[in-house]
């Protein structure tokens, strides 16, 4: 049973072209264009996230110019624009036939 195993295995063929990636750079800098344009969206300005949400002022400028982020903060940021995180995120940075592509809505 175990020989028929291995012999499968080694019969299956994992196309690189095929497999879902991501590229963070590109989520990075799609998630902070998203986070920019719900913040205006909604009418908030910076010092109404630091002042009305608890962020930082650098905080939400280097999310915006796409430096990256933590889980929490983005769990955080979510809470702020009141949308699911899967919503959030839909898109960004995956990488489609190696190259890199965003849904991020533009309006």
Do not use: W
């Not at 020989?3 to 063929?13: K, P, Q, S, W």
């Not at 996230?49 to 962020?55: D, K």
């Amino acid at each position: 049973m175990l020989r028929c195993a291995l012999i499968f295995l080694r019969e299956v063929h994992i196309n690189d072209e095929s497999m879902l990636r991501y590229d963070y750079k590109e989520f990075s800098a799609a998630l902070g264009k998203r986070v920019k344009q719900l913040r205006k969206e909604r009418g908030l300005t910076l010092r109404a996230l630091v002042i009305q949400h608890g962020f930082h002022l650098t905080q939400i400028q280097r999310i915006e110019k796409g430096d990256g982020l933590s889980v929490p903060t983005l769990l955080r940021i979510a809470e702020v624009f009141q949308m699911p995180v899967e919503k959030l995120i839909a898109g960004l940075g995956l990488v489609d036939g190696g190259e890199s592509r965003s849904k991020s809505s533009k309006k």
